[in-house]
């Protein structure tokens, strides 16, 4: 069975960090690009960052460049995203979702993972 688990989510202080891991089953990450997308209440889901399957290459959204940073392991079959600086506008539930490259329609979504910033 295909599945993609996010964990690493909870409830930070503003300028805090967290690290999100998106584990993938029934499938090698290896031959798939991930995506990290998230949607806030009362907003649409918004793509947050992505990481190629060829060549490791990093996209991220033009305004959360430098703060957040993805990355995998796929001798862990897992996927990564470090969130520095954070700000309660980053306050969200956080996806990952497999796709054969960046910009395509993904496959496979995870379940979720709630991230909240708040003092």
């Known amino acids: 069975q295909v599945q993609l688990v996010e964990s690493g989510g909870g409830l930070v202080q503003p300028g805090g960090s967290l690290r999100l891991s998106c584990a993938a089953s029934g499938f090698t990450l290896d031959y798939y690009a991930i995506g990290w997308f998230r949607q806030a209440p009362g907003k649409e889901r918004e793509g947050v960052s992505c990481i190629s399957s060829s060549d490791g290459s990093t996209y991220y959204a033009e305004s959360l460049k430098g703060r957040f940073t993805i990355s995998r392991d796929n001798g862990k079959n897992t996927v990564y995203l470090q969130m520095n600086s954070l700000k309660p506008e980053d306050t969200a539930v956080y996806y990952c979702?497999?796709?054969?490259?960046?910009?395509?329609?993904?496959?496979?979504w995870g379940q979720g993972t709630q991230v909240t910033v708040s003092s």
């Open positions: 979702a497999s796709y054969y490259f960046c910009g395509a329609a993904p496959d496979y």
